[in-house]
């Protein structure tokens, strides 16, 4: 069966709020498109983000490269009751990884149907391991995590990255202990682009004066890195960029704003009356003032 992926929250928000108390293992967090894969009665199923794949659609490749290996299929056949989520590494945004690193499916998670849980690391490591199916490995594992610690593994996380061509995406912090405040297994991501915007003075004062509430959360939440993204899988997905691209670039940007960050702004601002079509004209100006060799 289809189990959709949990979606990583920000490092600092209350969602993770607390997740850096005990033991921590940090990850690279590599720029690809999401993958899972699972037993169906015998049978190697995949699927993206969102939904189960087939051969016609197959989430650029991944489907087809995944349903006839070896190694899928002698792990699924001794534990059929698992499913496998990882990120199967086609160019998006970041594209600066080595020769030999893409068109390769790197597990990070796996989850156990029966329990609803997600496995430690160290339970699913040796399995993977032993059948040679490529993971990510953790960069640091960390006790009573903090800021500092986990930026000096985000500049040090050149996993993949051809030598001399800067850092990855970012990180992901999982605590396999943690239970949010809403009773739920989450982790925190940290990703190196918005992080520098939020963190580095070289990026410049903002200006406050008149700032409206709308404006505010646009120019929070709607970074570089996230408009750079939803472009990458739009050209992906179309074989290229088009003009007739630019609605879908623009309702997609909004969508993932009102999707993956309104309970961080409304909880940021203690329940403010927020007017959403003012959100959407702010979040247009943006992406126009971020891409605008686009329009």
């Not at 983000?49 to 190694?71: H, I, P, Q, T």
């Not at 992906?236 to 960029?241: D, E, I, K, P, Y």
Request: charged share 25%; aromatic share 12%; net charge neutral.
């Amino acid at each position: 069966m289809f189990i959709k992926y949990q979606h990583l929250e920000r490092f600092g928000t209350a969602e993770v709020e607390g997740i850096q108390v005990g033991k921590t293992y940090v990850f690279p967090k590599i720029d690809g498109t999401n993958g899972s894969l699972w037993d169906e009665d015998g049978v190697l199923c995949a699927g993206s983000r969102n939904r189960k794949l087939s051969a016609e659609a197959d989430n650029a490749g991944f489907y087809n490269a995944m349903k006839d290996d070896r190694r899928m299929l002698a792990f699924f056949k001794t534990h059929p009751h698992l499913t496998l989520y990882g990120e199967w590494l086609v160019p998006h945004t970041v594209t600066t990884y080595r020769d030999d690193a893409w068109r390769r499916f790197y597990v990070f998670d796996v989850y156990h149907q029966q329990d609803e849980k997600l496995l430690p690391f160290d339970v699913y490591e040796p399995v993977l391991k032993a059948l040679n199916i490529d993971y990510l490995a953790p960069l640091a594992i960390i006790k009573n995590g903090s800021v500092d610690m986990y930026t000096t593994c985000l500049e040090k996380n050149v996993f993949l990255i051809k030598d001399g061509a800067g850092v990855g995406e970012g990180i992901v912090v999982k605590n396999y202990d943690f239970i949010n405040q809403y009773g739920r297994q989450v982790w925190a991501k940290i990703v190196t682009n918005e992080f520098k915007e939020k963190h580095h003075k070289a990026m410049g004062a903002p200006e406050i004066g008149g700032l409206v509430l709308e404006q505010s959360i646009v120019d929070k939440y709607v970074t570089q890195a996230m408009v750079d993204k939803v472009h990458a899988k739009i050209v992906l997905a179309q074989s290229g960029w088009h003009s007739k691209c630019i609605p879908q670039l623009l309702n997609t940007v909004f969508y993932d704003l009102v999707q993956e960050e309104t309970w961080n702004f409304i909880k940021e601002n203690k329940n403010p009356l927020i007017d959403f079509r003012a959100l959407h004209v702010y979040t247009v100006a943006r992406v126009k003032q971020l891409k605008p060799d686009l329009f």
